[in-house]
């Protein structure tokens, strides 16, 4: 089934690490982001990339980085975590044809804890 | 700034029927999305918005005023299954997603 997974589905990891959570999709969309959810919070925009050489940053890009190695997979990094990072991370794609409201479709989340 | 409004927490009796308000205030708008997401899982697509008006999915609907910033989602004959978060978001003039933090469904039997 096409689909979008990503890994490490859990992670606790100590402030100061360099932490990689990976994203891959098989629904051929072109589209594809990264979002932080915290509790009682709206999901928040981290990154975003609409093709594998378009690289744009969210409202709280900051603390983070993001590699589109092909157009299937969406990586975010956390250069040196600290606490205030725990959170649920969520990876999403979505396609950019001319019809259609171009919904999002999320993988099953990545909970981080930073120590 | 842009903001999005919403409960935070409603409970229904099963078998009954419950509308979720959305209100919103944002730079530009594209359509208006409603999720569902399940304690730990992701969210999932529900409907989505753009011209004024109801739109009917089976047991859930929803409306949509860009002239009120307002929306709702409406969902018949509860189901125990629909105890979840709904989650309004509305595409802005950048074509991206703003997200409401999102309305705690409870059902009772």
């Known amino acids: 089934d096409a689909d979008v997974t990503q890994t490490p589905r859990n992670r606790i990891t100590k402030t100061g690490k360099r932490i990689m959570l990976e994203c891959s999709q098989t629904?051929?969309?072109?589209?594809m982001y990264w979002y932080r959810q915290d509790p009682g919070l709206g999901l928040q925009l981290i990154y975003y990339?609409?093709?594998?050489?378009?690289?744009n940053k969210g409202e709280i890009s900051d603390g983070y980085s993001v590699s589109r190695q092909a157009q299937a997979k969406f990586s975010l990094s956390l250069e040196s975590a600290i606490p205030n990072q725990t959170a649920l991370y969520f990876c999403?794609?979505?396609?950019?044809?001319?019809?259609?409201?171009?919904?999002?479709?999320f993988g099953p989340g990545t909970r981080l804890t930073v120590l | 700034g842009q903001n999005i409004d919403q409960p935070t927490e409603m409970t229904a009796t099963e078998g009954a029927i419950v509308q979720i308000n959305c209100t919103y205030q944002?730079?530009?708008?594209?359509?208006l999305f409603w999720y569902q997401q399940h304690a730990g899982e992701a969210p999932t697509f529900l409907s989505y918005?753009?011209l004024d008006g109801l739109e009917e999915k089976g047991r859930f609907s929803s409306f949509l005023s860009r002239s009120k910033g307002y929306s709702y989602l409406l969902l018949k004959e509860l189901q125990m299954k629909d105890s979840a978060s709904y989650l309004c978001?509305?595409?802005?003039?950048?074509?991206?997603?703003?997200w409401g933090a999102g309305t705690k469904l409870i059902i009772k039997p």
């Open positions: 978001a509305v595409r802005d003039s950048n074509y991206q997603l703003i």
């Open positions: 918005n753009v």
């Open positions: 629904k051929g969309h072109d589209r």
């Open positions: 944002t730079s530009g708008f594209n359509g």
């Open positions: 999403a794609t979505s396609d950019s044809g001319l019809a259609g409201g171009h919904e999002q479709f």
């Open positions: 990339s609409f093709d594998v050489k378009d690289i």
